[in-house]
């Protein structure tokens, strides 16, 4: 038999992240998701023959259907709160910021606009004062110092 349940939730719930990392992991994921969507139209134009060039197609394919799992690794340890991924979410939110940038310069706002807020929406998961302490490496250590 396993602990009793009342031990058994009050682990879960000392192990589960605050609602900002969650937020953080629900943007990643939705990210991927787009990466993952962008990615598969690039195969079926090159499939169809609508890429400039067919190698250059199925390469931006084989690149954001590695990219598009790579995303959701992140967001399915974030989710864990994995301390190590709040670099590359960060780094996530600024390249997708930048990519909506120049999406919605090139009046895509269709892709754009939802690109400029996840980014900004992740940036504030990430930056928020409970992610910070579960997602910064010793952060606890300095503050319990004090």
Do not use: N
Request: charged content about 15%.
């Amino acid at each position: 038999m396993g602990p009793p349940q009342s031990q058994a939730a009050g682990r879960d719930a000392a192990v589960q992240p605050p609602r900002t990392v969650l937020a953080a992991a629900l943007v990643q994921a939705l990210e991927a998701a787009g990466v993952l969507v962008a990615a598969v139209l690039a195969a079926v134009d090159a499939g169809t023959g609508h890429a400039y060039h067919l190698a250059s197609g199925i390469a931006i394919s084989v690149i954001g259907f590695c990219t598009a799992i790579a995303l959701a690794l992140v967001a399915r340890s974030l989710r864990a709160g994995r301390r190590w991924t709040r670099t590359p979410a960060m780094l996530t939110q600024l390249f997708i910021g930048i990519v909506g940038i120049y999406l919605v310069q090139s009046r895509r706002l269709d892709w754009g606009i939802p690109a400029l807020l996840l980014a900004v929406a992740g940036f504030a998961a990430i930056l928020a004062p409970a992610s910070l302490e579960l997602l910064t490496p010793g952060r606890a250590d300095k503050s319990a110092k004090k």
